[in-house]
């Protein structure tokens, strides 16, 4: 049945996709390899996370060894201009942005995709470790990836029933010492690269450096402030700060201080307790349902804030215009607004948003 | 699996099975080193000294006016860098004329010579089709002029240059010249050497001979600092055993490609007039690059307006037919094509090039098809932007 079924396989030169790529050879798909080149800094082009000359020429190799096609796509325009402005203005407004979630959404599952379908492509893959199973109705769910140390489920939750419908995830069934047994099975000479959350386009550099270069305007200096007001330092510009901080505050106080809020409009850093980090909720919009509708009534789930953060239980109350609210069993520290929130009932992931405010019960909005 | 069909004849060519034919003794049958005072030495050098009689009569040199190199970026190495020292030493000049549409083999030699040896590059403009105008020469040619680099037939756009003219205007001020025949090797005449043109590179993989062996005619008289130094080999002009299957290669690709050089020209043009008026007449926003008559006889190329030529190229590849761009790129990142800039096109244009050129084993049914399917990808590529 996959004789000869045409697929596009994003390959990076590591060993996930390169893994990825050689099992669906083997498994006698038509594949063909692909690699985004991404926006950097001019001149930093060599410390792209994930597209630098280096990588681009291992996938090369790999595709030459696998006797498969292969093409770069240019897609530094669109990266520049839909997620590096869009981090860029996250940071404007007050909010930490979450730019992979953006660029799996709109740059893999988008223009890598649709250039997929040009190429005659009936799937597209990857060497994420998120799986995705066929129900008996003809949808699509969308699952963790066995390994629980390795898990992108929450980054995939930007896909749709027909984006997963014709994705693969080759690896999202196994462990990474699988992966690794397949590489050496196929004589694949693959980096397996440090795992590494830093920006790609960031060039192995921190962010607040890049916005001082980019966006020289959110680098505001201002108040830090305590919950009551009190005037304890100055901060560097509320863009330097992650809600939950606690080192480099340059504040001397008698306990641990930690970042609080960021108040916007009136440009400070509220700072405060440990136990004022916690919150009873938060509430979500640009909703993603997975299986296409949103659920009518209120349910209990486990929710992700972060992508390495753990899994929470709690209850999910949709609330039309996909928008939600969430509230947790037990009070959740350094919820951030811009991040992804992630729900998912036992594997299976139901949809994800953008937080838009966290809350306690007290103050929760009418 | 689907039928591939190879239009980048530009790009290289096949090797003619009968070019191999004659390699392969000399691979472990006739392998002594042509500079050995031995039998097996003897062997090999009557093999190289036999092709280099060949070489120079296709290109209307005597023998001892051909060097043999390993491609043919070397032989434009060896003659700009070579002639330039040479003249300098001889005359003071250090003036370089070029043009801006050269190979980078030509380009960058000479921008290495400004950078690091304190030459000077002047640029000769071109008209719209990239050609050089010899009243452009002509003022050009001052009195501290070390050399001219002007190439035979452009890569990107097929346009051939007046080198009758340009020689005779170099050969009146005493100026050196030399011309990259890469290109124009496999379809136009080469026995021009002694008449007009003093260094003639050409490499063997563009006239169905083997990759990694060229040659460079060098006018007798003509002083060279070798730029490859050791055993004295070709006359001091290119130090290093000379790679003799290859050379061999070479010389027999030559002979072939001159004895049918009319007749392939008659076989490529009628194709290659089909092929342009079938894209000009069938996608919207296209121009032919180049000139229209003064070009390679195996050579199309197109600029389409607000298209990106990568993009175009992979979907082409993936539909089956192999095509290259002036801003081909293999890691994502498309340049707009220097040669576009130099003959006027605007940025709407110059990243949106196409180059077809096609082979000996190219059929009318494969221009028809290709004709047939261009249309919709230019329109998929300019809808996806």
Redesign the interface.
């Known amino acids: 049945m996959k004789k000869g079924t045409s697929v596009v396989v994003a390959m990076s030169g590591g060993v996930d996709s390169s893994v990825a790529a050689a099992l669906l050879v083997e498994q006698g798909y038509d594949v063909t390899g692909v690699m985004l080149r991404l926006w950097s800094e001019p001149g930093k082009e060599d410390s792209n996370r994930c597209c630098t000359p280096d990588a681009m020429a291992g996938a090369r190799r790999v595709a030459a060894k696998l006797g498969i096609p292969f093409y770069a796509l240019n897609s530094q325009d669109l990266f520049h201009d839909v997620v590096v402005q869009s981090f860029i203005e996250g940071y404007r407004n007050g909010i930490t942005p979450n730019p992979c979630i953006l660029c799996n959404q709109l740059i893999r599952w988008g223009f890598m995709y649709e250039t997929a379908q040009e190429l005659g492509a009936e799937f597209m893959a990857t060497g994420h470790y998120a799986q995705v199973h066929s129900k008996p109705d003809g949808n699509v769910e969308l699952r963790r990836g066995l390994d629980p140390d390795k898990d992108q489920s929450y980054v995939m939750s930007v896909l749709t029933q027909e984006k997963l419908r014709r994705t693969l995830f080759p690896v999202g069934g196994m462990a990474k010492p699988e992966v690794r047994a397949h590489a050496r099975r196929f004589g694949l000479t693959v980096a397996d690269r440090a795992d590494s959350q830093d920006l790609c386009f960031l060039a192995g550099q921190d962010y607040r450096s890049f916005l001082a270069r980019h966006a020289p305007e959110v680098v505001q200096p201002g108040k830090i402030v305590q919950a009551d007001g009190r005037h304890v330092g100055e901060h560097q510009g509320l863009a330097f700060y992650t809600i939950g901080q606690r080192k480099g505050l340059g504040v001397a106080a008698s306990r641990p201080l930690y970042v609080l809020e960021k108040n916007l409009a009136n440009n400070e850093l509220v700072v405060g307790d440990e136990a004022h980090l916690g919150r009873s909720g938060l509430t979500a919009g640009g909703m993603n349902w997975v299986s296409g509708t949103a659920p009518a009534e209120p349910f209990e789930a486990e929710v992700k804030i972060r992508y390495r953060a753990v899994l929470a239980p709690a209850v999910v109350t949709p609330q039309g215009n996909n928008q939600i609210t969430v509230h947790f069993k037990n009070s959740m520290r350094d919820i951030t607004v811009g991040q992804r929130v992630v729900i998912y009932n036992g594997e299976v992931v139901r949809g994800g948003g953008t937080i838009q405010t966290s809350f306690n019960t007290i103050e929760e909005p009418a | 699996m689907k039928e591939r069909i190879y239009l980048d004849y530009a790009a290289t060519t096949p090797v003619d099975p009968r070019v191999v034919e004659r390699m392969l003794p000399f691979f472990s049958g006739t392998f002594g080193n042509p500079s050995s005072v031995h039998w097996f030495g003897q062997q090999a050098e009557a093999a190289l000294e036999s092709a280099r009689e060949t070489v120079a009569g296709a290109l209307g040199a005597r023998p001892e006016e051909i060097v043999f190199t390993s491609c043919g970026t070397e032989s434009d190495n060896l003659a700009i860098r070579g002639m330039a020292f040479a003249q300098r030493e001889k005359t003071g000049a250090q003036r370089i004329i070029t043009t801006p549409v050269e190979h980078h083999a030509v380009l960058h030699t000479v921008e290495q010579l400004v950078e690091l040896n304190g030459f000077k590059m002047d640029l000769l403009p071109v008209d719209q089709y990239g050609m050089v105008d010899s009243e452009d020469l002509r003022h050009a040619l001052r009195d501290d002029v070390a050399l001219v680099s002007i190439m035979y037939a452009n890569n990107e756009i097929g346009t051939i240059n007046p080198m009758a003219e340009i020689g005779k205007l170099c050969r009146q001020r005493g100026v050196p010249l030399h011309s990259d025949a890469v290109q124009a090797a496999a379809h136009l005449p080469m026995n021009v050497v002694r008449d007009q043109i003093d260094l003639l590179a050409i490499g063997a993989h563009k006239f169905y001979g083997p990759k990694g062996v060229g040659a460079l005619a060098v006018r007798k008289n003509v002083g060279l600092h070798p730029s490859q130094t050791g055993g004295g080999q070709e006359d001091g002009r290119r130090a290093g055993t000379q790679n003799i299957p290859y050379i061999v290669g070479l010389a027999e690709a030559l002979k072939l490609t001159v004895d049918d050089l009319e007749a392939r020209r008659r076989r490529h043009v009628a194709k290659r007039d089909h092929l342009i008026a079938g894209v000009l007449g069938n996608v919207p926003g296209s121009r032919l690059t180049g000139h229209p008559t003064e070009r390679l006889p195996n050579h199309a190329s197109f600029a389409f307006e607000n298209l990106?030529g990568?993009?175009l190229l992979?979907?082409l590849?993936?539909?089956g037919f192999a095509c290259s761009s002036g801003s081909a790129?293999?890691?994502?990142?498309?340049k707009p094509s220097a040669v576009l800039n130099a003959i006027g096109l605007s940025q709407a244009w110059t990243l949106g090039s196409l180059r077809v050129t096609l082979g000996e084993s190219t059929t009318l049914d494969q221009i028809e098809s290709f004709i047939e399917v261009l249309p919709s990808l230019v329109n998929?590529v300019r809808g996806?932007a």
């Open positions: 990106d990568n993009h992979t979907l590849d993936a539909t790129c293999k890691v994502g990142d498309p998929k996806a």
